[in-house]
Nanobody
Framework: QVQLVESGGGLVQAGGSLRLSCAASGSILRINAMGWYRQAPGKQRELVATIVSRGYINYADSVKGRFAISRDNAKNTVYLQMNSLKPEDTAVYYC???????????????WGKGTLVTVSS
């Protein structure tokens, strides 16, 4: 019913920058929240940043001051600007959205397929 498509991952040297994008499409009545999570090899998936419909933003402590999340409500798109990247930021980054779908008007949680970010030292 809802698809999330991420883009913008890749290989970058430490200290560099990348910008991730995630566009939501489908049977969307309203998006309550969008965000980014990441999963490094051998580790659990963890929150990176989230932004809710009223604009409240939450960041993981490890990315505060380096990453910035933003959202274009008209395009149902969320962005993650990643600066001063470190090797420990290497992970698959997943887009997440909490969406009220048109068919059921129930809030549901959706995930993208992920995009790989590799930071070399």
């Amino acid at each position: 019913q809802v698809q999330l498509v991420e883009s913008g991952g890749g290989l970058v040297q430490a200290g560099g920058s990348l910008r991730l994008s995630c566009a939501a499409s489908g049977s969307i009545l309203r998006i309550n929240a969008m965000g980014w999570y990441r999963q490094a090899p051998g580790k659990q998936r963890e929150l990176v940043a989230t932004i809710v419909s009223r604009g409240y933003i939450n960041y993981a402590d490890s990315v505060k001051g380096r990453f910035a999340i933003s959202r274009d409500n008209a395009k149902n798109t969320v962005y993650l600007q990643m600066n001063s990247l470190k090797p420990e930021d290497t992970a698959v980054y997943y887009c997440n959205a909490v969406v009220v779908v048109t068919t059921t008007q129930i809030s549901m949680n959706y995930w993208g397929k992920g995009t790989l970010v590799t930071v070399s030292s």
